[in-house]
């Protein structure tokens, strides 16, 4: 079966102007620019199947973001090949626009002064939607994401989690075969996030979408993903499954406690404490070692326990273990 996605040797390179402080080197650079060549993505290769949900991620600047320009056809490539449905997207955008979906956690396709109902509206004039089916599928996504009560309300006046979450509704009107989510869960809290991970997984099992997501969240990785595609510096430096990445990389978790009482006489020897408080404390464990489970029985057979964290490891960290094992 062919690949619903195929890169091949994927290259794009961005030439910036530099300028030095100061006036005259702001005239020198007006008469005799210098440029500077950046290699963003440098001969990158991987496939996705159908029904895939494939994680892609790595730190700020690794080229995350203009892959997904370059497979969506907002960006053309320096060098190699993408199909993406059997379509070229560099010379064939306007069709495949019609058959995939896209959400940037940071930039936002609603009309910020009007209520996310009237972009659903103008969006299902742009796709040219059967206009019976169109209320089906946007009453089915309002009803799953559970936004009913936030149609008629001004986008700016939404939370950060309320919008992203018409975001994502806005890009699954059209029944996109492949939806491209970049950084969907940035700066939401627990709740918003495990909503929007639940109807991710719901879509991906019950309409067969083909998911790629990026994300700095660990947690969206091991929640959603089979496969683990990590980039750094514009190169595929990990290809496998999550629970390889997982075992491999993801070796600790830090656990916050709030107490009601002191934290004085807290003594646990199986983490390490890296923050301790007069009310909290953060522990960090070995997961392969040691059980979080255990750390929560002590801690609530001998306090009182106000409330409790867990944490991953934040991306970047991970990143710097797959390169201190490979240095």
């Known amino acids: 079966m062919q690949p619903i996605i195929d890169v091949k040797n994927l290259r794009k390179t961005f030439r910036l102007k530099q300028k030095s402080a100061g006036f005259l080197n702001g005239l020198k650079s007006v008469v005799k620019p210098d440029y500077k060549t950046v290699r963003a993505v440098n001969g990158i290769n991987f496939d996705v199947e159908e029904g895939e949900i494939l994680a892609f991620i790595g730190p700020n600047g690794a080229g995350k973001s ?80 559970e936004i009913r009560d936030l149609l008629k309300t001004p986008v700016r006046k939404l939370s950060l989690g309320q919008r992203m979450r018409c975001e994502i509704v806005s890009s699954l009107l059209h029944k996109p075969k492949v939806i491209f989510l970049d950084e969907p869960t940035i700066g939401l809290d627990v709740i918003a996030k495990q909503q929007i991970r639940g109807v991710i997984k719901y879509l991906n099992e019950k309409e067969k979408v083909t998911i790629f997501l990026t994300s700095h969240d660990a947690g969206d990785v091991e929640a959603l993903a089979k496969r683990t595609i990590v980039i750094n510096f514009g190169t595929i430096v990990f290809d496998d499954t999550t629970e390889k990445f997982k075992s491999d990389y ?76 490979k240095a």
């Open 66 to 145: 203009t892959t997904i320009k370059m497979m969506t056809g907002i960006l053309y490539p320096s060098g190699g090949s993408i199909n993406v449905l059997g379509l070229d997207p560099s010379k064939e955008r306007e069709k495949l626009a019609f058959e995939i979906g896209s959400v940037f956690g940071q930039k936002s396709q609603l009309w910020f002064h009007l209520p996310a109902l009237d972009t659903f509206n103008l969006l299902s004039k742009i796709y040219e939607l059967d206009q019976k089916e169109y209320v089906q599928r946007r009453d089915f996504l309002v009803d799953i994401f």
């Open 250 to 325: 993801i070796k600790s978790k830090t656990v916050e406690l709030i107490l009601d009482n002191s934290t004085k006489d807290f003594s646990y020897n199986e983490g390490k404490i890296v923050e301790k408080g007069k009310f909290n404390l953060k522990i960090e464990l070995d997961t392969n070692k040691h059980s979080i489970d255990k750390l929560l029985k002590y801690s609530t057979e001998n306090f009182d326990i106000k409330d409790i964290n867990i944490y991953d490891p934040s991306m970047e960290e991970i990143i710097a273990e797959i390169y201190r094992e």
